[in-house]
């Protein structure tokens, strides 16, 4: 079985840790050992609320304490920044109320092109409220608004990885005048949790000034904005959430066309989500009869691998309190609980759910969390109880240990559950202003018909770094019959080696932000005879980084596959087994996004198994201006191999027209010739006010089974939407 040079890695990580970037001294309250220092503001009360409008004259806020020491993060951190932001911070006894006024010297280049709530707006001027109630570092919110007044929230799941598909009700305006933008924020303390006992919470505020490519910060380390990098917001007392109570009562029209086999059909489908505040750090939410019919479409994928594809999850309801289920930081295979198992067929067709409970949240110094599913009956599959279980206690400083239990599976009639337990090391405040995480865990499966060689385990320890040398090293062992029914994995019976360590230069002046160099090395084998099962080496040659956002990435990438049985990787060819090695080139150019004409082109050639494989892909984004918006995206992949040549199309095309921040109509289409289908999905979104939404909903398909380049509708299904949150 190959090993990697253990001691060489060992070299390498020791040298991540002792690399530390110099800081830079601008600010009375800044630390000179990058940040170490916690900022502080004793928070305002209020008893009268502001009127969130976007110009914050109320003489209130001139009561606020004015947070105006931010420093730059990027291009250099704690740099002076190019433009001043004053933060100002206030509480009543049912909300948290944020205005800022961030000055700009040219405020008709402000970006702000964004229009349509809920939508990504990392291409705009933006700015952020980040906040840990629980200041414990393991989990807060993130706030953000563009100039446009564009709500776009996330849950932290990590020290800095974000759930942004997370939606919470809260409510912001924004205006833009002619000394810059000013923006009012209000977060409602039913929609967070939080420790009432604290009177300190975990705060951050930053902004992002795109034609500069500049961001700002109150607090920061190494570059990074996340948990572990916050000021703290005193003197909270006092505050409440009502009843904790919101009632979603929802109602949907369908009308399915007939098509061929598929029968037409009219349905009137009531729903009602239930969310209750056990306390304040406990949320038990109920759902019945539970109506996704609104959730965005999938982006097409090609898979040319033997493993199967993951897509990410995107209904709200799992997406509540997501954080509070994630086990061993498991990103994708391995992982015992993946929600899209639930409610969504083996082949993606969604199954009716016909109710579900959660209680999820905090305790003490534990988090937990239950779920509990039942899933109607469909094909030849019996109705479904699917049950989650996890508990985690707080440890150390910023670490957890914990458990979680699986039981059900919502896609055979046998037997499934799943055990396991995983620790979480956390070290912020680690030797050169760095951070090291750590993660061990160890699962077991019992599947009916399976015995023996059912467990899984795993560990990996990373030195993470924005700028210097940054490493890590990995291992996960999954055995043939470890099967976690209610999670995710691509491969069993392996065991699988990862290692990667880089550099990151930051050259002072010129044109070039960033530079990265590094090496990536992948090796998975078979458990039972330690053959090689795949393996991949990259190296990344070029990453480099503009002031202008513009980027270019040379990749070479050295690979080996190896085939136990025949792989049939298109239809009448079929790659024999055996044990090949291939080489790959990548080249990749983005455009900055900052721009009213943005895009990207990628291509690879090299090798592929036994013969040759050239592929290319573009996207291109144009938005003349804030009410329209357009993208296209294009893959090309041509194969040669000795048993035939294949060649694989996957397009997609978006039309947005944005009336209104509460108005937008989204149209997609995507077509791929490996399945010779069109999907069409047409979403008329209307917001009038955060908790309440309507939709109209087109989906249309069109197949060419024949491959003629003749298509035919094969299914059209039009869906009214409407729901609308009580909250008491």
């Not at 948990?227 to 009843?243: F, T």
């Not at 291939?582 to 943005?598: E, I, K, P, Y």
């Amino acid at each position: 079985m190959h090993r990697a040079p253990v001691p060489c890695i060992a070299v390498l990580l020791i040298g991540a840790v002792l690399t530390a970037m110099a800081p830079k001294h601008v600010h009375a309250q800044q630390a000179s050992s990058a940040g170490d220092a916690t900022k502080s503001v004793r928070i305002q009360r209020t008893a009268e609320p502001p009127v969130i409008d976007g110009v914050m004259n109320e003489e209130i806020w001139l009561r606020a304490p004015i947070i105006d020491d931010l420093h730059q993060i990027n291009p250099v951190e704690f740099g002076e920044p190019s433009e001043r932001t004053e933060v100002r911070v206030l509480y009543g006894r049912d909300a948290l109320y944020v205005g800022a006024r961030l000055y700009d010297s040219e405020p008709g280049r402000i970006n702000a092109r964004i229009l349509r709530q809920n939508q990504p707006i990392g291409s705009d001027d933006r700015f952020f409220v980040h906040i840990d109630p629980f200041n414990t570092r393991r989990g807060g919110y993130a706030f953000g608004v563009n100039a446009n007044g564009v709500r776009y929230d996330g849950i932290y799941e990590g020290p800095t990885d974000r759930q942004m598909d997370w939606n919470g009700i809260w409510q912001a305006a924004a205006t833009i005048d002619e000394q810059g933008w000013v923006v009012e924020i209000e977060i409602p303390f039913k929609t967070i949790s939080f420790d009432p006992a604290a009177d300190t919470w975990r705060m951050n505020f930053t902004r992002n000034i795109e034609r500069k490519n500049e961001s700002i910060a109150w607090m920061s380390r190494n570059r990074s904005t996340g948990l572990s990098a916050m000021g703290d917001m005193r003197g909270i007392s006092q505050i409440e959430q009502g009843r904790g109570l919101d009632v979603v009562p929802t109602a949907s029209v369908r009308e399915r066309r007939a098509f061929g086999a598929i029968p037409g059909r009219s349905d009137l489908e009531p729903s009602i989500d239930v969310f209750y505040k056990v306390t304040p750090q406990l949320n038990a939410s109920l759902t019945l009869n539970t109506d996704f019919s609104a959730v965005d479409v999938d982006s097409r994928q090609v898979n040319l691998t033997r493993f199967n594809l993951f897509f990410p999850e995107q209904r709200d309801f799992f997406l509540q309190d997501v954080d509070i289920f994630q086990f061993g930081r498991l990103e994708r295979d391995g992982r015992p609980f993946f929600s899209r198992r639930l409610g969504i067929s083996a082949r993606g067709q969604e199954v009716p759910l016909d109710f579900g409970g959660k209680l999820s949240g905090r305790i003490g110094r534990f988090d937990v969390g239950a779920l509990a599913v039942r899933q109607d009956a469909y094909g030849d599959i019996d109705a479904t109880t699917a049950f989650v279980g996890r508990v985690a206690a707080n440890v150390l400083e910023e670490s957890s240990v914990g458990m979680i239990v699986t039981d059900g599976d919502p896609r055979s009639n046998l037997d499934n559950s799943v055990g396991g337990v995983d620790f979480r090391y956390l070290n912020s405040r680690f030797a050169g202003g760095r951070s090291l995480e750590a993660v061990a865990w160890f699962q077991q499966s019992d599947s009916e018909g399976l015995d023996g060689d059912d467990t899984a385990l795993g560990f990996e320890m990373r030195v993470p770094s924005n700028s210097g040398i940054r490493g890590g090293i990995g291992m996960t062992r999954i055995h043939d019959n470890f099967n976690p029914a209610l999670g995710f994995v691509r491969r069993t019976g392996i065991e699988q080696l990862e290692f990667d360590v880089g550099h990151t230069w930051r050259p002072q002046g010129g044109r070039i932000r960033t530079l990265f160099s590094g090496i990536q090395f992948d090796h998975i084998d078979y458990l039972d005879d330690g053959s090689v099962q795949s393996e991949e080496i990259r190296f990344r040659a070029i990453d480099l980084n503009l002031n202008s956002q513009d980027s270019f990435d040379v990749t070479y990438t050295r690979s080996k596959e190896g085939l136990r049985r025949p792989f049939r990787i298109s239809p009448g060819i079929v790659i024999a087994p055996g044990l090949y090695s291939f080489d790959t080139v990548d080249l990749s150019f983005r455009a900055g996004n900052q721009r009213a004409v943005g895009g990207g082109v990628f291509m690879n050639d090299g090798e592929f198994y036994d013969g040759e494989r050239f592929g290319v892909g573009m996207f291109m984004n144009w938005r003349p201006s804030r009410h329209f918006r357009t993208n296209l995206n294009y893959q090309y992949s041509d194969i040669t191999l000795p048993g035939g040549s294949f060649v694989t199309r996957v397009a997609r095309v978006t039309l947005e027209a944005v009336f209104s921040s509460t108005m937008s109509w989204i149209n997609q289409i995507q077509y791929d010739n490996v399945s010779e289908t069109i999907g069409i999905n047409s979403r008329l979104h209307w917001i009038p006010r955060a908790g309440r939404e309507a939709f109209l909903v087109l989906n249309h398909n069109l197949a060419d089974p024949d491959r003629d380049n003749s298509f035919d509708s094969s299914f059209s299904q039009v869906t009214l939407k409407y729901s609308y949150t009580f909250r008491f």
